[in-house]
């Protein structure tokens, strides 16, 4: 198991993607000056829960991605990961253990700290901040009444977008009982070959290809 857990988190720093803009002025910039605020992007890893999203400083949610794992001795193994995925985002979603409110808590951290420029050894080489979320929620308070705080109203008003779009998300892709508008996009086995595990993933730009299709094919069977 625990290797199963090391492998997991191997699999998902590899993962990780983003994007940068940066003009060549002919001097080094530091890290924080090559890309603005507002186009950063962050990815917060919810390992316990199998989840990890993507999304943007103002509170865009562009990826998400869920961590699938079975038997791999089991004849129908990817099925059987599949459906472990999709019970995942279920349980991430409207289970008791990730709350709304905690969802909203460690993104808005995620958020607040990424607008923090001391902290560049959290940014990759491609402009992507990558937060866990238990390393957020085993930070002490910031104040002395205890509450998890954030720095503006902002980074908590961009988490409850981010969290809203994820409740509509997941309802709508696991609404037929199956991951639709998901792809499978990578996939190895761990544990000397016993365990699979596959990464299936929701992208803002593989909803709209799938919208368009669907609408041209409901648009050929009028």
Same mark, same amino acid.
């Given at each position: 198991?625990?290797?199963t857990v090391i ?9 990780v993607?983003?994007c ?5 002025a002919?001097?080094?910039a530091?890290v924080?000056?090559?890309t ?19 999304y943007?400083?103002?509170?865009k949610?562009e990826k ?7 038997p791999?001795?089991?004849g ?10 999709m019970?995942?985002l ?34 990759s080489n491609?402009s ?8 957020l929620?085993?930070?002490?308070? #910031?104040?002395?009444d205890?509450?998890?705080?954030t +720095? /503006?109203?902002? *980074?908590?008003?961009?988490? &409850?977008?981010?969290? @809203?779009?994820l409740?509509n998300?997941?309802t ?12 499978? #996009?990578?996939?190895m086995?761990?544990d000397?070959? +016993? /365990?699979y595990? *596959?990464?299936?993933?929701? &992208?803002?730009?593989? @909803?709209a ?8 094919m409901?648009?050929r069977a009028?």
């Open positions: 198991m625990k290797k492998a997991l988190s191997l699999l998902a720093a590899i993962g993607t983003g940068s803009t940066t003009k060549d002919g001097v080094r530091p924080e000056s090559t603005a605020i507002k186009d950063t992007r962050i990815t917060t890893e919810f390992a316990d829960e199998g989840v990890k999203l993507h943007t400083f103002t509170g949610l998400i991605e869920v961590f699938g794992v079975a791999a001795w089991k129908n193994y990817t099925i059987l990961a599949e459906a472990d995925a019970d995942k279920v349980k991430f979603v409207h289970g008791k253990d990730v709350s709304s409110q905690r969802r909203v808590k460690v993104i808005s951290r995620s958020i607040e700290r990424a607008a923090d420029s001391t902290l560049n050894k959290f940014q491609d992507t901040v990558a937060f866990k979320a238990s390393d929620e085993s930070e002490a308070p #910031a104040n002395n205890g509450e998890f705080n +720095k /503006t109203n902002t *980074a908590k008003r961009n988490a &409850s977008v981010v969290d @809203q779009t409740i998300t997941v709508n892709i696991t609404a037929r009982g199956r991951l639709t508008g998901v792809r499978k #996009a990578r996939d086995k761990v000397d070959g +016993k /365990t595990v *596959a990464v299936y993933e929701w &992208s803002e730009n593989q @909803q290809t799938a919208d368009f299709i669907r609408d041209r409901m648009n009028k």
